[in-house]
């Protein structure tokens, strides 16, 4: 924290020495292309990007045709760098029937991440909230067989069990399926295993006043074990200090298809940070905007599925970790009218004042805010490994996430060209100052 009132002088001083940020653009025609990409990586052609009819491995392939377009230098070959994973799909039959009435997947219900597979019908049994409080209660849940019954507890009261003993949790696995009822909306994720029964989420207000009395669930689950997908990996070579290393990142995974309708766009998760390292690339590429430093720009793979192809990069890196100077890793860039958060911006407090300082000279956002540490995207594993890094994400409407309404369509893309130019002149003063931790 000290000496934060000089730095500030000094980072002027560099600033004044800089070029102008190169406007993204005023122009239409670069955020025309921004819109283009970002259209492109969340339609249905690649299947939400995850790991049903390959959309993971189509979108990493059209990466890796845009870093050769762009005059990339790959790291690996055809820029891919693969590893496997295991994760639960849901590729087929999805479907979820009472009294008549036919739900919807991805708007009325999903999946749960671990949900098995299975063509299921029974009578419901609404589960006792009694049981939290009560112990005779508790004991009659307990002798109250479930194997022929559909078990349908809210979120908060499934949250809750786990807080029991755990006969509890271990009773409620042996139901003929599961259902949790939620508010507000449905949020995805993804497993790498897959549980006995099947387990849908279904939001509160699609569930009937009265309970129904007989529910039919059809889950097609595929467990995709050892699979394999790939991080996309180029870099361009400094002009004065090649072995010196700038390092974007932005993950291009998604959750992918639910059943055989519905998929998950990930239009701001993440084929705007997507995009954002694209533009990125593209301008550092230009000969008269060669850097001094080398940078690198890593796509990872298998974010959403915990961290999977950062992680893999930091076990197995392509660049030495101790050459990168700084990592700006970046996800949900497609909102920003509130501003921007950058997560490990109470930790790095030197490069977050540069920041602070480039943002009010330039005016390009309404606001920044710093976070202490979070695992909650793939700058993690490097700040583990030692690497300074940032996480920067716009915040803003709509906030739709994880959900099957997050689509280009209504992605406002409000403060991408302020965070564009922020992360320019970031990366330019990174290169032209000292190391900043
Ligand atoms: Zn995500």
């Given at each position: 924290m000290t000496g934060s009132a000089t730095f500030r002088l000094a980072a002027l001083g560099l600033l004044l020495s800089l070029p102008l940020a190169e406007p993204l653009t005023a122009s239409a025609q670069d955020l025309d292309r921004v819109r283009r990409t970002i259209n492109q990586l969340s339609s249905p052609a690649l299947h939400g990007r995850g790991y049903v009819q390959g959309g993971a491995n189509k979108a990493a392939r059209l990466l890796a045709q845009r870093f050769a377009q762009i005059g990339l230098i790959p790291l690996a070959p055809d820029f891919r760098q693969p590893f496997p994973l295991t994760v639960n799909t849901f590729p087929g039959k999805l479907s979820l029937r009472f009294d008549g009435q036919q739900l919807r997947p991805g708007h009325d219900f999903i999946a749960e991440p671990e949900s098995g597979g299975g063509k299921v019908s029974g009578p419901v049994a609404l589960f006792d909230t009694l049981i939290f409080s009560n112990e005779a209660a508790g004991r009659r849940?307990?002798?109250?067989?479930?194997?022929?019954?559909?078990?349908?507890?809210?979120?908060?009261?499934?949250?809750?069990?786990?807080?029991?003993?755990e006969v509890f949790m271990r009773h409620v696995a042996t139901a003929r399926a599961r259902i949790t009822l939620v508010p507000n909306k449905l949020t995805a994720s993804l497993a790498d295993y897959q549980a006995t029964q099947p387990q849908l989420q279904v939001l509160a207000e699609r569930w009937p006043q009265t309970a129904p009395r007989q529910i039919a669930i059809t889950v097609e689950a595929v467990l995709a074990a050892n699979y394999t997908t790939q991080n996309v990996i180029g870099y361009l070579r400094g002009t004065a200090q090649p072995d010196s290393f700038l390092v974007v990142t932005a993950h291009y995974d998604h959750l992918g298809r639910m059943g055989k309708r519905a998929y998950f766009p990930g239009a701001n998760d993440n084929a705007s940070g997507t995009a954002m390292l694209l533009e990125l690339a593209e301008h550092f590429a230009k000969p008269e905007n060669r850097p001094a430093y080398s940078i690198a720009f890593l796509a990872f793979g298998a974010e959403e599925a915990g961290l999977i192809g950062s992680r893999y990069f930091v076990q197995h890196p392509l660049i030495p970790l101790a050459q990168i100077r700084f990592l700006l890793n970046l996800?949900?860039?497609?909102?920003?009218?509130?501003g921007a958060t950058v997560v490990n911006g109470r930790i790095h407090e030197r490069a977050y004042q540069q920041l602070v300082q480039l943002n009010e000279t330039g005016r390009y956002l309404p606001a920044l805010a710093a976070r202490g540490r979070s695992a909650n995207s793939d700058h993690a594993p490097f700040s583990e490994a030692g690497v300074p890094a940032f996480f920067l994400y716009l915040r803003g409407q709509p906030t739709f996430y994880h959900d099957v309404?997050?689509?280009?369509?209504?992605?406002?893309?409000?403060g991408f060209p302020g965070i564009y130019k922020l992360l320019l002149d970031f990366l330019r003063l990174q290169g032209a100052s000292s190391p900043s931790k």
């Amino acid at each position: 924290m000290t000496g934060s009132a000089t730095f500030r002088l000094a980072a002027l001083g560099l600033l004044l020495s800089l070029p102008l940020a190169e406007p993204l653009t005023a122009s239409a025609q670069d955020l025309d292309r921004v819109r283009r990409t970002i259209n492109q990586l969340s339609s249905p052609a690649l299947h939400g990007r995850g790991y049903v009819q390959g959309g993971a491995n189509k979108a990493a392939r059209l990466l890796a045709q845009r870093f050769a377009q762009i005059g990339l230098i790959p790291l690996a070959p055809d820029f891919r760098q693969p590893f496997p994973l295991t994760v639960n799909t849901f590729p087929g039959k999805l479907s979820l029937r009472f009294d008549g009435q036919q739900l919807r997947p991805g708007h009325d219900f999903i999946a749960e991440p671990e949900s098995g597979g299975g063509k299921v019908s029974g009578p419901v049994a609404l589960f006792d909230t009694l049981i939290f409080s009560n112990e005779a209660a508790g004991r009659r849940f307990l002798q109250q067989p479930l194997q022929n019954h559909v078990l349908v507890l809210r979120q908060r009261d499934a949250e809750r069990l786990r807080t029991l003993p755990e006969v509890f949790m271990r009773h409620v696995a042996t139901a003929r399926a599961r259902i949790t009822l939620v508010p507000n909306k449905l949020t995805a994720s993804l497993a790498d295993y897959q549980a006995t029964q099947p387990q849908l989420q279904v939001l509160a207000e699609r569930w009937p006043q009265t309970a129904p009395r007989q529910i039919a669930i059809t889950v097609e689950a595929v467990l995709a074990a050892n699979y394999t997908t790939q991080n996309v990996i180029g870099y361009l070579r400094g002009t004065a200090q090649p072995d010196s290393f700038l390092v974007v990142t932005a993950h291009y995974d998604h959750l992918g298809r639910m059943g055989k309708r519905a998929y998950f766009p990930g239009a701001n998760d993440n084929a705007s940070g997507t995009a954002m390292l694209l533009e990125l690339a593209e301008h550092f590429a230009k000969p008269e905007n060669r850097p001094a430093y080398s940078i690198a720009f890593l796509a990872f793979g298998a974010e959403e599925a915990g961290l999977i192809g950062s992680r893999y990069f930091v076990q197995h890196p392509l660049i030495p970790l101790a050459q990168i100077r700084f990592l700006l890793n970046l996800d949900l860039e497609g909102t920003g009218q509130d501003g921007a958060t950058v997560v490990n911006g109470r930790i790095h407090e030197r490069a977050y004042q540069q920041l602070v300082q480039l943002n009010e000279t330039g005016r390009y956002l309404p606001a920044l805010a710093a976070r202490g540490r979070s695992a909650n995207s793939d700058h993690a594993p490097f700040s583990e490994a030692g690497v300074p890094a940032f996480f920067l994400y716009l915040r803003g409407q709509p906030t739709f996430y994880h959900d099957v309404l997050d689509r280009s369509e209504t992605l406002p893309l409000t403060g991408f060209p302020g965070i564009y130019k922020l992360l320019l002149d970031f990366l330019r003063l990174q290169g032209a100052s000292s190391p900043s931790k």
